[in-house]
């Protein structure tokens, strides 16, 4: 199912009956092994070509053959791309397979990325976050306060891994 609603920065295709949280094989990934197993493959192009390549990706996520998918609904200016990018989620066990599909759809460019790498050039220093504020012109104070804030958003996020909430597992609205 393609979940394209203009308050999301991204565009999601996930399972109808999509949720949280995250598993390989159907066994919930904990912290650790979410750090050392789970990742994306990355597509960047125009966004018509990912408009076409979710609705083509779309039966494997919702056989959960594909984990999930989310892309830009436009270029991110800020770290200087002119295409947008497509996150094709899965773990690195299955990243293989994963990618068989891809290439059958004409995607030819292979980038790979650990969520662990991500959460890295989010953090304090890192790559993502520092040209993020460079960006937006902050400084000292500001800028630190981003860091701090990006941080600690981060450490919650991770502090969910592995867990599920008292209702059960969390939904996909629970998650936007």
């Known amino acids: 199912m393609i979940v394209d609603k203009s308050y999301y920065n991204w565009i999601y295709v996930i399972p109808s009956d999509w949720y949280f949280p995250i598993a390989y094989k159907d066994n919930i990934l904990n912290r650790e092994e979410y750090l050392e197993h789970w990742g994306k493959w990355i597509i960047s192009d125009d966004r018509g070509n990912l408009d076409k390549l979710a609705a083509e990706l779309d039966s494997y996520v919702e056989d959960r ?20 990018a497509m996150l094709v989620f899965c773990d690195d ?16 460019t292979k980038a790979w990325v650990y969520e662990r790498e991500t959460v890295e050039m989010w953090m304090p220093g890192g790559l993502l976050i520092e040209k993020w504020i460079e960006a937006h012109g902050l400084e000292d104070e500001e800028a630190e306060e981003v860091r701090e804030e990006t941080k600690k958003r981060y450490e919650k996020w991770l502090s969910t891994i592995g867990k599920e909430s008292k209702k059960g597992r ?3 609205e629970q998650m936007g």
Request: hydrophobic share 40%; with cysteine; aromatic share 16%.
């Open 170 to 172: 969390w939904s996909f």
């Open 65 to 84: 053959t594909i984990q999930s998918i989310k892309y830009d609904r436009s270029p991110q200016e800020i770290f200087d791309l002119d295409d947008c």
């Open 93 to 108: 066990r299955e990243r293989d397979e994963v990618w068989l599909i891809l290439s059958t759809f004409g995607v030819a």
